[in-house]
Nanobody, 115 residues
Framework: QVQLVESGGGLVQPGGSLRLSCAASGFTFSRYGMRWYRQAPGKEREFVASITTDGSGNYVDSVKGRFTISRDNAKNTVYLQMNSLKLEDTAVYYC?????????WGKGTLVTVSS
């Protein structure tokens, strides 16, 4: 049974940091590209960051220099380190695994940036 379980969300003040984790099971994690998406209230889900099987990262412009995606294949986990958080980073963050025509999604973790 495939599972992606996000954790690490919460309430943080502007300028603060959080690290999201996504624990994967039920598939060969190291063979999948991993992505983070987010969905803010009233908005469509948007791409945030991705990491290839060999560890190359890519980011949406709005988070470049603030967020860092990484993966630990030994732990079947992908991370999103979020620094210098802004009010507009408030959203539910989703983990996504992709390979060829296969894609899996987690249920999300809520990040709220508020003073």
């Amino acid at each position: 049974q495939v599972q992606l379980v996000e954790s690490g969300g919460g309430l943080v003040q502007p300028g603060g940091s959080l690290r999201l984790s996504c624990a994967a099971s039920g598939f060969t994690f190291s063979r999948y590209g991993m992505r983070w998406y987010r969905q803010a209230p009233g908005k469509e889900r948007e791409f945030v960051a991705s990491i290839t099987t060999d560890g190359s990262g890519n980011y949406v412009d709005s988070v470049k220099g603030r967020f860092t995606i990484s993966r630990d294949n030994a732990k079947n986990t992908v991370y999103l380190q979020m620094n210098s958080l802004k009010l507009e980073d408030t959203a539910v963050y989703y983990c996504n695994a992709v390979r060829l025509n296969m894609a899996y999604w987690g249920k999300g973790t809520l990040v709220t940036v508020s003073s």
